[in-house]
């Protein structure tokens, strides 16, 4: 599309025609040297973009041109903006889409001062086109009959959005806003991308925007770095966009702040995924005031029965002929370290933790997946991803309910993986009960009341289920659980991203799991691995199902196993209050004094004074007192009594009277090594650096 000469001549004559004074240019105006400085345009890129001087109430204003009207702003004390609209309002469209030259990659920004950097920026290289209103999340009709018509007329290899992404909020809007543009393009048969640019924190924590980076000096050396780190918009990408935004519609609805009518409710219901519906279907029932069973009666339909499986569960065919465990395990190893950055041992576990989820049934231990970081952008959304990917059956999402997971594994017996874990389990005792109860065959049910008459219903948790989160997970689920840290990767890491693309390449690698699970399942019913001495029993039960199908897949794999079982139990067991504190009073009565008794007082002084503990943190900062160590003993058996020392007589603790409990909870220091277990269990091992107490049998 050609810039129109007579575009801001135009624009003038609407301008005067309502009464306003006339657009001057002044190289020299305060004004231009403000946005300059804060805003880092130039006065030929204003001239150039049709903007100019006008004086309005008393003040002088810079001038914006759109296609129905004019848009001025100016600066209070060389700081605070104000906006103020002169002449029409804004249209709905585009700013600068008359000034496209039919350049092959179109930048669309997030405002009309965003669009005329890029372009001040990249000198012309590239079309630039800036939103007149802000992102809400979605196209008006206008602004994608206008970019239609845009992309229609020119032949675009590329386009990028730089929307506004330094929160979740924003982000989430410049997702959806993305998808839409993905939608709209792809009517006027576009065959290039389309890609998010989030710059915030990619080159510095400071820089959040375009006009940051221009402020660096440097703007043409990091836009590459900012462009290929770019999220990829696809079909699969922009379909779940708008279905987010369709939940985001009906939950508007709930919330009272948008009405919609009956049948456009139902609709939508209509739409969702078994476990997004069984959230909603009880407030939606209650909203419209109607029985729950009604409700499911209404928005049963063939396509939607709760009872078929959603998309996300179809599975390609088994393989035709016969496939080696050793191979798929190879690969799935390959896979891992390609996209990740994390020890082999990590690796190791996350492919036999793949490979179990197609012979599931075979076992009668189900072991999940826990994957921990530290801090956000540690890479635990690309393992998500890549899970998703290649194991059996996945649903996938980032909260659910205790209800959601039972009806869900009842129905299809999918792989869970399920993402932002620490956002809603830690005080969700419900959840945390249902996924607990799934790790033993035989315990995996819970009883509900379903239906209007109340009936008890037994429904399954028996399935894998593989949960992220930042920080530990919950005490009882990390019981039960293979846990892999996930660290951010440095500068020198190297790694492929993983993207949305590859997730078809790996359909013939699913497909041959499928048939290495059909072939394989009887044998590992009745397979039975060597486990370690030094994992404690729960350990033991959790890492059987995984070391039985390295038993079976072939002698090098067995052998990664087992190191790599080591290697990720060398973890504290001994994680709670009641433990730590056993573990410093054995430190503390080891002292000669206390070898016999020590008074309460006297305890409590020691224990308060070791460094980096928790307990001198306990009462405000005033330290453990008598009646809370009373209180975490309790639960082990152990209570004060008089004591006698000298003449004095208080109340203390005798030393033998933690022995029981000692023994029973706390690490047993043997002269015995993962390296010797290693050694001893599989001939010619690499040795292992770290060594392993052996833990005492609960």
């Given at each position: 599309?050609?810039?129109?000469?007579?575009?801001?001549?135009?624009?003038?004559?609407?301008?005067?025609?309502?009464?306003?004074?006339?657009?001057?240019?002044?190289?020299?105006?305060?004004?231009?040297?403000?946005?300059?400085?804060?805003?880092?345009?130039?006065?030929?890129t204003l001239y150039k973009n049709g903007c100019g001087i006008?004086?309005?109430?008393?003040?002088?204003?810079?001038?914006?041109?759109?296609?129905?009207?004019?848009?001025?702003?100016?600066?209070?004390?060389?700081?605070?903006?104000?906006?103020?609209?002169?002449?029409?309002?804004?249209?709905?469209?585009?700013?600068?889409?008359?000034?496209?030259?039919?350049?092959?990659?179109?930048?669309?920004?997030?405002?009309?001062?965003?669009?005329?950097?890029?372009?001040?920026?990249?000198?012309?290289?590239?079309?630039?086109?800036?939103?007149?209103?802000?992102?809400?999340?979605?196209?008006?009709?206008?602004?994608?009959?206008?970019?239609?018509?845009?992309?229609?007329?020119?032949?675009?290899?590329?386009?990028?959005?730089?929307?506004?992404?330094?929160?979740?909020?924003?982000?989430?809007?410049?997702?959806?806003?993305?998808?839409?543009?993905?939608?709209?393009?792809?009517?006027?048969?576009?065959?290039?991308?389309?890609?998010?640019?989030?710059?915030?924190?990619?080159?510095?924590?400071?820089?959040?925007?375009?006009?940051?980076?221009?402020?660096?000096?440097?703007?043409?050396?990091?836009?590459?770095?900012?462009?290929?780190?770019?999220?990829?918009?696809?079909?699969?990408?922009?379909?779940?966009?708008?279905?987010?935004?369709?939940?985001?519609?009906?939950?508007?609805?709930?919330?009272?702040?948008?009405?919609?009518?009956?049948?456009?409710?139902?609709?939508?219901?209509?739409?969702?995924?078994?476990?997004?519906?069984?959230?909603?279907?009880?407030?939606?029932?209650?909203?419209?005031?109607?029985?729950?069973?009604?409700?499911?009666?209404?928005?049963?339909?063939?396509?939607?029965?709760?009872?078929?499986?959603?998309?996300?569960?179809?599975?390609?065919?088994?393989?035709?002929?016969?496939?080696?465990?050793?191979?798929?395990?190879?690969?799935?190893?390959?896979?891992?370290?390609?996209?990740?950055?994390?020890?082999?041992?990590?690796?190791?576990?996350?492919?036999?933790?793949?490979?179990?989820?197609?012979?599931?049934?075979?076992?009668?231990?189900?072991?999940?997946?826990?994957?921990?970081?530290?801090?956000?952008?540690?890479?635990?959304?690309?393992?998500?991803?890549?899970?998703?990917?290649?194991?059996?059956?996945?649903?996938?999402?980032?909260?659910?309910?205790?209800?959601?997971?039972?009806?869900?594994?009842?129905?299809?017996?999918?792989?869970?993986?399920?993402?932002?874990?620490?956002?809603?389990?830690n005080d969700n005792m419900d959840l945390r009960g249902v996924?607990?109860?799934?790790?033993?065959?035989?315990?995996?049910?819970?009883?509900?009341?379903?239906?209007?008459?109340?009936?008890?219903?037994?429904?399954?948790?028996?399935?894998?289920?593989?949960?992220?989160?930042?920080?530990?997970?919950?005490?009882?689920?990390?019981?039960?659980?293979?846990?892999?840290?996930?660290?951010?990767?440095?500068?020198?890491?190297?790694?492929?991203?993983?993207?949305?693309?590859?997730?078809?390449?790996?359909?013939?690698?699913?497909?041959?799991?499928?048939?290495?699970?059909?072939?394989?399942?009887?044998?590992?019913?009745?397979?039975?691995?060597?486990?370690?001495e030094s994992l404690s029993d729960r350990l033991a039960d959790?890492?059987?199902?995984?070391?039985?199908?390295?038993?079976?897949?072939?002698?090098?794999?067995?052998?990664?196993?087992?190191?790599?079982?080591?290697?990720?139990?060398?973890?504290?067991?001994?994680?709670?209050?009641?433990?730590?504190?056993?573990?410093?009073?054995?430190?503390?009565?080891?002292?000669?004094?206390?070898?016999?008794?020590?008074?309460?007082?006297?305890?409590?002084?020691?224990?308060?004074?070791?460094?980096?503990?928790?307990?001198?943190?306990?009462?405000?900062?005033?330290?453990?007192?008598?009646?809370?160590?009373?209180?975490?003993?309790?639960?082990?058996?152990?209570?004060?009594?008089?004591?006698?020392?000298?003449?004095?007589?208080?109340?203390?603790?005798?030393?033998?009277?933690?022995?029981?409990?000692?023994?029973?909870?706390?690490?047993?220091?043997?002269?015995?090594?993962?390296?010797?277990?290693?050694?001893?269990?599989?001939?010619?091992?690499?040795?292992?650096?770290?060594?392993?107490?052996?833990?005492?049998?609960?």
């Amino acid at each position: 599309m050609k810039a129109n000469s007579s575009f801001w001549t135009d624009e003038l004559k609407q301008f005067q025609r309502k009464g306003r004074q006339r657009i001057r240019k002044e190289p020299n105006n305060p004004l231009l040297r403000i946005a300059a400085k804060y805003d880092c345009l130039e006065p030929e890129t204003l001239y150039k973009n049709g903007c100019g001087i006008v004086e309005a109430r008393g003040k002088e204003w810079l001038t914006f041109p759109y296609p129905t009207g004019c848009q001025v702003y100016g600066r209070v004390n060389d700081s605070k903006i104000i906006w103020a609209y002169k002449g029409s309002k804004p249209s709905k469209t585009f700013f600068g889409i008359r000034q496209t030259k039919g350049c092959s990659t179109l930048f669309i920004a997030k405002s009309p001062r965003e669009c005329m950097l890029l372009d001040q920026m990249m000198g012309g290289s590239v079309d630039v086109i800036g939103l007149c209103t802000e992102v809400k999340g979605s196209l008006t009709s206008a602004q994608k009959q206008a970019l239609m018509d845009l992309v229609s007329e020119n032949n675009y290899s590329e386009i990028f959005l730089f929307l506004s992404c330094d929160n979740d909020t924003s982000k989430k809007n410049a997702l959806r806003f993305s998808g839409f543009v993905y939608s709209a393009v792809n009517e006027v048969q576009f065959s290039g991308s389309v890609k998010l640019v989030d710059i915030s924190g990619i080159i510095d924590k400071s820089i959040r925007d375009i006009t940051d980076l221009v402020r660096t000096g440097e703007p043409i050396d990091d836009i590459g770095c900012i462009l290929n780190a770019a999220i990829t918009v696809d079909s699969t990408k922009a379909e779940e966009i708008q279905y987010e935004s369709k939940i985001g519609l009906l939950n508007s609805w709930l919330e009272d702040k948008r009405d919609l009518d009956v049948r456009t409710v139902i609709s939508i219901l209509k739409e969702l995924d078994p476990i997004d519906y069984e959230r909603v279907r009880s407030r939606v029932s209650r909203k419209l005031d109607v029985r729950v069973s009604v409700l499911d009666k209404e928005t049963k339909s063939e396509e939607t029965d709760l009872s078929n499986a959603p998309q996300g569960f179809d599975m390609p065919e088994p393989w035709p002929e016969t496939v080696e465990g050793k191979y798929l395990y190879s690969e799935l190893v390959d896979i891992f370290r390609k996209h990740i950055i994390f020890p082999h041992h990590s690796a190791v576990a996350c492919a036999l933790w793949v490979m179990h989820t197609y012979v599931h049934e075979a076992f009668q231990i189900s072991p999940i997946l826990g994957i921990t970081s530290p801090e956000k952008r540690c890479g635990k959304t690309t393992l998500l991803s890549l899970l998703e990917a290649v194991v059996y059956k996945p649903a996938v999402g980032a909260s659910f309910t205790a209800a959601a997971i039972y009806r869900v594994i009842e129905k299809h017996r999918p792989t869970l993986i399920i993402d932002e874990a620490d956002t809603f389990l830690n005080d969700n005792m419900d959840l945390r009960g249902v996924i607990n109860s799934g790790h033993t065959k035989r315990m995996a049910f819970v009883c509900r009341c379903t239906g209007d008459n109340h009936e008890p219903t037994m429904f399954s948790t028996w399935a894998p289920k593989a949960l992220a989160c930042i920080g530990e997970l919950p005490g009882t689920i990390s019981d039960r659980s293979i846990e892999v840290i996930m660290h951010r990767k440095t500068s020198s890491d190297k790694v492929e991203r993983f993207r949305q693309k590859n997730v078809s390449e790996l359909s013939s690698l699913r497909s041959k799991l499928i048939r290495w699970g059909q072939d394989n399942i009887d044998t590992l019913e009745v397979t039975e691995p060597d486990i370690p001495e030094s994992l404690s029993d729960r350990l033991a039960d959790t890492w059987e199902p995984l070391l039985a199908i390295a038993k079976v897949t072939g002698e090098d794999c067995y052998k990664e196993a087992r190191e790599a079982t080591l290697k990720l139990s060398v973890k504290d067991e001994a994680n709670t209050k009641g433990t730590e504190l056993l573990s410093d009073i054995q430190n503390i009565l080891k002292k000669q004094k206390y070898s016999d008794s020590i008074f309460t007082k006297d305890l409590t002084v020691e224990l308060n004074d070791l460094e980096e503990r928790p307990w001198s943190e306990f009462n405000n900062g005033k330290g453990l007192s008598s009646r809370n160590l009373a209180k975490l003993l309790k639960p082990f058996g152990i209570k004060s009594k008089d004591i006698r020392s000298g003449t004095d007589v208080k109340k203390g603790y005798e030393a033998n009277s933690f022995t029981d409990a000692f023994n029973r909870y706390l690490r047993v220091e043997k002269a015995t090594s993962a390296t010797l277990l290693l050694d001893n269990d599989l001939p010619d091992s690499s040795p292992a650096t770290t060594t392993e107490a052996v833990a005492g049998k609960d």
